[in-house]
């Protein structure tokens, strides 16, 4: 499968390009930068330490897209909805691990997918997460709300720049639908001074950020005398970017649609 790395000057860029090479069913067929990079012009391969591959880095989507299959996406919100649309002109599959989208990011991802686009989007590509995810909304559905609270903790390196993370908000997601309701009435991502008691029902996130954490993610589930505590620690950025190929395998033989991680796994 062709693929085209999106950002592969940077560190998730160069381990895809690393995996890539590695793999032997994929190959590197461009690897796309931002206009005005310091790496531009260079061998992908060099700089993801596995050797000339005979493919440089470029800033033109257009002649990146020529050709490929598909594009690995962990960018910024307005270049992967740039990307999606793109992607949906060629028929590829684009697979999208970028966080931070806005509510109108999402409506014109989700508007690309039914114009053409494969694409799997998810706010972690870990295949522990998106368990994780399944396990979180299991057990918000079987407890009552009245009786256990659910607080979300995570902590990511010093130059994330979006919060809560969008693991976070994945797992924020899951707990609600377990319990039936919507996460934007029921999240709690502030607290400061005299709060009150916590509502019934409420999620609450809490965020770090210090060092050069890849992610750590806890749900707690606190109940009177008891607390169940479900978590997931990524030690190595390499798992979000085997599963973005993982995805990006999964795809290619998928009809146009919005995608989840879960329907990856088929769970």
Do not use: C
């Amino acid at each position: 499968m062709r693929l085209v790395v999106v950002g592969a000057a940077g560190r998730m860029g160069r381990t895809l390009v690393r995996l890539i090479a590695e793999h032997p069913g994929l190959q590197l067929h461009a690897a796309l930068d931002r206009a005005g990079a310091d790496a531009i012009g260079r061998d992908a391969g060099d700089l993801a330490n596995v050797g000339p591959l005979g493919v440089a880095l470029t800033a033109d989507p257009e002649e990146a897209l020529d050709g490929a299959e598909g594009l690995i996406d962990f960018s910024t919100p307005e270049t992967s909805r740039r990307l999606a649309d793109l992607a949906a002109a060629r028929g590829l599959v684009h697979v999208i691990g970028t966080t931070g989208f806005s509510a109108e990011d999402e409506t014109a991802i989700a508007s690309a997918a039914e114009k053409g686009a494969r694409i799997v989007k998810s706010g972690n590509m870990s295949l522990g997460v998106n368990l994780l995810a399944l396990l979180v909304e299991q057990a918000a559905r079987a407890l009552p709300a009245h009786a256990f609270d659910i607080e979300i903790l995570e902590m990511h390196h010093r130059h994330k720049v979006d919060a809560p993370s969008g693991t976070a908000l994945l797992l924020g997601h899951a707990a609600a639908d377990g319990r039936g309701v919507g996460l934007g009435q029921a999240s709690v991502r502030v607290r400061d001074g005299h709060t009150g008691p916590r509502p019934e029902g409420a999620i609450g996130f809490a965020t770090l950020r210090g060092g050069s954490v890849v992610g750590d993610h806890q749900v707690i589930l606190a109940g009177e005398g008891e607390r169940i505590e479900l978590s997931h620690r990524a030690e190595d950025r390499s798992v979000f970017a085997r599963g973005a190929l993982t995805a990006a395998l999964w795809a290619k033989n998928q009809p146009p649609k919005l995608y989840s991680m879960r329907d990856v796994l088929g769970l």
